[in-house]
């Protein structure tokens, strides 16, 4: 037996003087400069700030779907500035699952079908695919809601349904933008229940933006994002 050695904590994201531009008619409006951050394996970390601070775009920067004006976005390895918009979009569809404000599930195809999509698009054969999209199903509690359309499901419904699409394929870090913004109080903590579970028992890393300050407090580290800066608090200290 070898000597067992503490676990070292391995960093999945790793953000580096990040600056981000807008032209505003004949000005320049800086959004945010100066963030630095890394997201540690397996964390879940919560982005706050009023709204307007930039959560939003922040978290198009760090999935490859916008690009800085200056600094470093590095996923594992790699940096997100290097790759051609094929290879962030390979990237996106490979290494991340997204879960948005609201639910972008296609109205014309079932809640297994809409779960299933993005294993199909990848390729897998059909058979294999809606097992996969059953199983998820049965994951966030809605395996009696197989056949039903999007818009028969109730709005925390199809949120689950949502993150059941964003974790079908196995990403290694979910993004969450607001993901229980449109919910009432009840059905969002339950929904954010259910991402607590499903980020633990997959092992996942998780970025989730949320306005919701109880929820914030419940993640293992928060960034707060104001006046173009992001200062690190103890979850803890958030007003609930």
Not at 38 to 50: D, S, T
Not at 77 to 99: H, I, P, Q
Not at 102 to 118: C, G, K, Q, V
Not at 217 to 235: F, I, M, N, S, T
């Amino acid at each position: 037996m070898g000597v067992m050695h503490p676990m070292k904590t391995e960093t999945i994201l790793r953000v580096e003087n990040l600056k981000k531009v807008y032209r505003s008619g004949t000005s320049d409006l800086v959004l945010f400069e100066n963030l630095s951050f890394q997201v540690n394996k397996g964390e879940m970390l919560a982005i706050v700030g009023q709204s307007g601070a930039g959560k939003s775009s922040l978290l198009h920067l760090l999935s490859a779907l916008d690009r800085p004006t200056s600094g470093e976005v590095h996923f594992a390895n790699f940096s997100l500035g290097s790759l051609t918009d094929d290879a962030a979009a390979e990237f996106r569809n490979r290494a991340l699952g997204f879960v948005w404000q609201f639910h972008y599930l296609l109205p014309e195809f079932t809640a297994l079908e809409n779960i299933a999509m993005p294993l199909l698009l990848r390729g897998m054969g059909r058979r294999e695919a809606e097992q996969e999209a059953a199983n998820w199903l049965r994951e966030v509690g809605l395996a009696d809601r197989a056949t039903h359309r999007s818009g028969e499901l109730s709005g925390g419904e199809q949120q689950r349904v949502s993150l059941a699409r964003a974790l079908v394929t196995r990403p290694q870090m979910l993004m969450a933008d607001e993901p229980t913004g449109d919910l009432d109080n009840r059905t969002a903590e339950a929904v954010f229940e259910l991402i607590a579970r499903l980020h633990t028992d997959y092992r996942l890393s998780s970025l989730i933006v949320t306005h919701n300050l109880a929820f914030a407090r419940r993640c293992d580290r928060a960034l707060v994002l104001h006046g173009g800066r992001v200062e690190e608090v103890q979850p803890a200290s958030l007003a609930p």
